[in-house]
């Protein structure tokens, strides 16, 4: 692999930091240079959250350039649309089927996006978008919170680590309580996306 | 030892390894996880002081008194302690003292964008630029030995970008303390500022800086990476690493060290480039310094002054200078949906939210849907804020708050517009941390001038916004010890004013009658709104639910902002997931249907 710019998006809440740091992790156990970068905005929860990680041989800038980005990995749909410009040409988009709309559109000042014009955005620069329920998955697993490591694993097979690298990293990032329903998660996301014949 | 770490993690690990004994710090982003990660060492001193002056003052102590300290701030923290960095400036230190400042292009966080590189100018002291986690590493340990030998505070500047992403490190080195005792050396002429021994220091000062642009020329860090000779780009911090992606074949001179600047090591760049460019973010910093030394360089014609700078941002400036030829311009997404935003908000639950719906509705400023974004100019109220989360309480649909200048601000702003004879009332809101930091000296003010404003105190006993540390007002140290709690109470009361009430932030009733009753008194008065941050509650119970039967969608429970409560065309409905319950029940007091109500125990279930 010569280089892969990914870009990890979602809500405040929902585990974006968490597995943008494992990416980058993973990335220096399987012997890659690595940076990664945050915006997180000024608020504690509910803002718009975006994990720039670049991993390569050697890496200079913590920021992709836009129309560089192999792999969007968003974890909402208004938030897939908002960074779908970042995408190169015939990257992969792994978004989860989730809306969560923003305090102004419960307040009738601005629309939530339809889904036919978030995969119109998306569909510009991407060739392979996956539409994955990882909410219903990690509600079904048991806890909600798991969306992040389900998420993960579906975008495992386009990252070239060995599975093991990827379960020593989760297994070091989650405590104890949490953290075979997280393998668990993983494992499920990583299976769903191959059979959605990648 | 390789380890994956942010900026700041690499500083504190840097400054550890430097054998730092004394650190302190005001929590501000993005500088904020450098005394957090130094708070984790038993055999370091880390406090969280009440302000940034107070941080200087104690690191500048502890370095007269012989022991390795350092200070870590944001922007607009240097500007608090400025007078005491100052002061360190001018008395030099004994053992090393490290300034670390971290700046915020872009605004991540902030009330402003300043460019701090200006500061070691007026202080004429040395400053350090990491370009990634692995310079920030290894600078703390240059940053001490050159305040050593130097005799001067060392700044070391980062910004969000640096501080905030992580990086490679190697780790190389392990914890050096001398094992010598900490001793004051009395030495008047040193450090008592009496203008004579003050006018000696000075010489001093301008002797250090001429030896310091000496040393500049053989740091390290500052070398030149050599590539076409037909551009030469100056450069250091992350604009290095942006500068280098786009512009991979032109030749680099990297500045570690940015103050005082190399200039034998400048003008041999110079010659060896056919042209010479900066390329850095914010103010024409570096590019002024050397075009004062009458080398020819470009820069801020292309690069802008304003905001965060990107590898996008710096290749287009490129094109545009010539740097880079013009490439045919890339497709641009088409994007025929407006997206709606999903600006910072107070979380559900949030101690501050019951208050401001309080004050915008008073201040008749809140609106329902479909107005736009600004509070009524009729309002009867006057609210002057102050800096943390509930600086978002500004935004629709609160509206609640006028003003945002800096921290303890609103009393003194509000003081002033009463002063200045408005007919309306004046409020001014604050929160606990801040009010310990900046607002204490504001309400001495407005007490003594027989002030008659009002005064919110939010207190929910921790400083939120940068990610829950303690205060004065807590009790409890940066390491976690149980200290002595500053009541706010006994302390209003003992600065001496009379009117002071503590209120129940869940409690919509006595938050009005409060508000009211400070509003049509005479005298200056206090309310103190208490209630915990409600990321702090560990236990939540009771979330609430809306019984659509009784709902007719007045619409008004929108007009909290609680992102718990939910509303589309059909009907209004509140996130049992996002839904705090039983410590907040705010919208269940406002609703005029009284359509919300406990989730039952079976409901529960039957969603489950």
Known sequence: MKKLDMLVTGVGGQGVILTSDIIAQAAIAAGYDTKKTDTIGMSQRGGSVISHVRIGSKVHSPLIKQGEVDILLAFEKLEAARWGHYLRSRGIAIVNNLAL????????????????????????????????????????????????????????????????????????????????????????GRKEIRNANI | ???????????????????????????????????????????????????EQA???????????????????????????????MAAATTGVSAGMVVVCADDPGIHSSQNEQDSRHYVKLAKVPMLEPADSQEAYEFMAYAFDISEKFDTPVLVRTTTRISHSKSVVKVDRTRAVPASQAVFQHNVAKYVMLPAYARLRHQLVEERLVKLADFSETFPSNHILRGEHRLGVVTSGVSYQYAIDALPQASFLKLGMTYPLPQNLL????????????????????????????????????????????????????????????????????ITTELAKR????????????????LSSIGQRSKLSGSKGKPSKESKLIITGDIGCYTLGAYPPLLALDTTACMGASIGLALGMEKAGVSSKVVAVIGDSTFMHAGITGLVNAVYNSGRITLIILDNGTTAMTGHQDHPGTGISAQGKETTKVELESLVRGIGVSNVRVVDAFNLKALRASVRSSLDSTELSVIIVRGSCSMLVPKRSGPRVIDNEKCNQCDVCLLIGCPAIQSDSERITIDTALCVGDICTICQQLCPRQAISRQSETGAEELA
């Open chain 1, 101 to 188: 709309p923003p305090l102004s559109v419960s307040l009738g000042e601005e629309q939530y996006l339809s889904d036919d014009e978030m995969l119109n955005i998306l569909k510009q620069q991407a060739d392979r978008i996956y539409l994955v329920n990882g909410s219903q998955r990690a509600k079904e697993l048991g806890n909600i919170r798991t969306l992040n490591m389900f998420m993960l694993g579906c975008a495992s097979p386009f990252i070239p680590f060995k599975i093991s690298i990827w379960q020593d990293e989760i297994s070091q990032h989650l405590p104890d309580k949490v953290r075979q329903i997280n393998l668990s998660a993983f494992e499920r």
């Open chain 2, 1 to 51: 030892m390789i380890k994956l770490l942010s900026g700041n993690e690499a500083l504190a690990l840097g400054a550890y390894h430097a054998g730092v004994k004394v650190a302190a710090a005001y929590p501000g982003t993005p500088s904020t996880e450098i005394l957090e990660s130094l708070a984790d060492y038993d055999d370091v001193y880390a406090e969280w002081s009440t302000n």
């Open chain 2, 55 to 85: 941080a200087m003052e104690v690191a500048l102590g502890a370095a007269y008194a012989g022991v390795r300290a350092m200070v870590s701030l944001k922007q607009v923290g240097l500007n608090v302690a400025s007078d005491a960095f």
């Open chain 2, 267 to 334: 003008r041999q760049f110079a010659a060896q480039v056919d042209k010479l460019v900066v390329i850095e973010e914010l103010d024409p910093f570096l590019q002024e310094n050397i075009q004062a030394m009458g080398i020819k360089v470009s820069g801020k014609e292309f690069i802008p002054r304003a905001g965060e700078l990107n590898p996008d941002i710096i290749e287009q400036a490129s094109r545009s200078a010539g740097w880079l030829p013009k490439a045919p311009a890339r497709e641009k997404i088409g």
């Open chain 2, 343 to 358: 600006p910072p908000l107070l979380c559900p639950g949030c101690p501050h939210s019951g208050i401001f719906f309080v």
